[in-house]
């Protein structure tokens, strides 16, 4: 049997999803810049003007009603984040990553540094050290599983909000220098790993894949 939907209907009912979703998303955000550290589905529906069922079929938990925010001020100022692959891609990222934060200064410093920010970009914090810690196991995976917590987590700050707002604060380092300071270090950690990788190997010792 042919479907007798028209493709317009379609999009019209995803428009008006993305809508919705983008009203529940804003809302949430002027809460939390209101000083709302917790606001109730209650409170993020009537501020979106949603019925609670509403907000829970877009956003069936605070953790990902928290995710979807910081998702979405990301979108709306350009911000080029996202967790990266492995150590080339890691790499790669860090330029634009900063140029982006430096074209929105005043609302990345008010992130990390307000109440209500903390709780939003903490809401990713389990995919970010996810992410880093595959990285590591990518980059040294011969490395001790405690040495490649300590290193994820310096890599994961490098590349983060937290060392551009440092670096531009005490050492008025903005765009591309900022970015090649970290580039390097990054790069510099990064051989380091690898060298004890390999002497933790050693000439006479078998590899994991053999």
Not at 40 to 59: I, K
Request: avoid cysteine.
């Amino acid at each position: 049997m042919t479907s007798t939907t028209r493709p317009y209907n379609n999009t019209l009912r995803r428009e008006q999803a993305d809508a919705t979703r983008d009203r529940i998303l804003d809302a949430t955000a002027r809460l939390l810049d209101e000083g709302v550290a917790e606001p109730t589905n209650r409170a993020v529906a009537e501020r979106a003007g949603v019925t609670q069922v509403t907000l829970y079929r877009h956003f069936p938990s605070r953790q990902l009603l928290l995710q979807g925010v910081w998702a979405h001020l990301n979108a709306k100022s350009g911000i080029a984040g996202g967790m990266p692959r492995d150590p080339d891609d890691l790499r790669q990222r860090i330029t634009p990553l900063f140029e982006s934060f430096d074209a929105a200064p005043g609302e990345i410093t008010a992130r990390l540094t307000t109440p209500q920010g903390r709780v939003a970009r903490a809401s990713l914090d389990d995919e970010r050290r996810a992410a880093f810690t595959a990285l590591l196991e990518t980059a040294a995976p011969t490395l001790d599983p405690a040495e490649q917590v300590k290193a994820a987590a310096v890599l994961q700050l490098l590349y983060s909000a937290y060392s551009w707002l440092s670096l531009r604060e005490q050492w008025n380092l903005t765009g591309e220098p900022a970015a090649e300071a970290v580039g390097w270090a990054v790069d510099v950690l990064l051989k380091d790993l690898k060298s004890r990788g390999s002497e933790a190997i050693g000439p006479d010792r078998p590899s994991k894949d053999h």
